[in-house]
């Protein structure tokens, strides 16, 4: 069983910066993939980037195109957490961020973490 646990969502001014993290319990494998998506009111959940946490791989990364540049995400694989460092952020971000692990065609997420972009 695998358990995700977001923090560091906040209100933050446009062209501002916030770093999420997400902690994952239980067992992580060197297969999954680790990400964060995220969802504004009415609208779906959207990837924002993932990771793969394999050593092997090196820790490939994807990204959405509306962030490309402005955000970075990183893992520490012996605390098993991956980061969403946020820069130049935009009205646009905001959303309920969400922390996601992939396991063999299986999501689990976190319980999210509000970000507000607003002067």
């Known amino acids: 069983q695998v358990q995700l646990v977001e923090s560091g969502g906040g209100l933050v001014q446009p062209g501002g910066s916030l770093r999420l993290s997400c902690a994952a319990s239980?067992?992580?494998?060197?297969?999954?993939?680790m990400g964060w998506y995220r969802q504004a009111p009415g609208k779906q959940r959207d990837l924002v980037a993932t990771?793969?946490?394999?050593?092997?791989?090196?820790?490939?990364?994807n990204y959405a195109d509306s962030v490309k540049g402005r955000f970075a995400i990183s893992r520490d694989n012996a605390k098993n957490t991956v980061y969403l460092q946020m820069n130049s952020l935009k009205p646009e971000d905001t959303a309920v961020y969400y922390c996601n692990l992939l396991r063999r065609g299986i999501n689990y997420w976190g319980q999210g973490t509000q970000v507000t972009v607003s002067s």
């Open positions: 990771i793969s946490i394999s050593i092997t791989s090196g820790g490939s990364t």
């Open positions: 239980g067992n992580i494998f060197s297969s999954d993939n």
